[in-house]
């Protein structure tokens, strides 16, 4: 079940954490996908907005 997951493997900080390996992917490869959703889908702000509990 999905809350037994979530019980064994809580999200503590997933958003950070995401976001800045997210950022860590956009340096190395400047003209990349990653660099285009972070640019221009802000990526950033909807993991920060997602509607899920830290």
Same mark, same amino acid.
Request: no cysteine.
């Given at each position: 079940?999905?809350?037994?997951? =979530? ?13 800045? %390996?997210?950022?860590?992917?956009? /340096? #190395? =490869? ?13 990526? %950033?702000?909807?993991?920060?907005? /997602? #509607?899920?509990?830290?």
């Amino acid at each position: 079940m999905r809350s037994d997951t =979530v019980t064994l493997h809580p999200r503590e900080g997933f958003k950070d954490v995401f976001t800045q %390996a997210f950022r860590a992917e956009v /340096a #190395p =490869v400047p003209e990349g996908r990653a660099r285009f959703l972070h640019r221009y889908g802000a990526f %950033a702000a909807a993991i920060r907005l /997602a #509607p899920f509990a830290e």
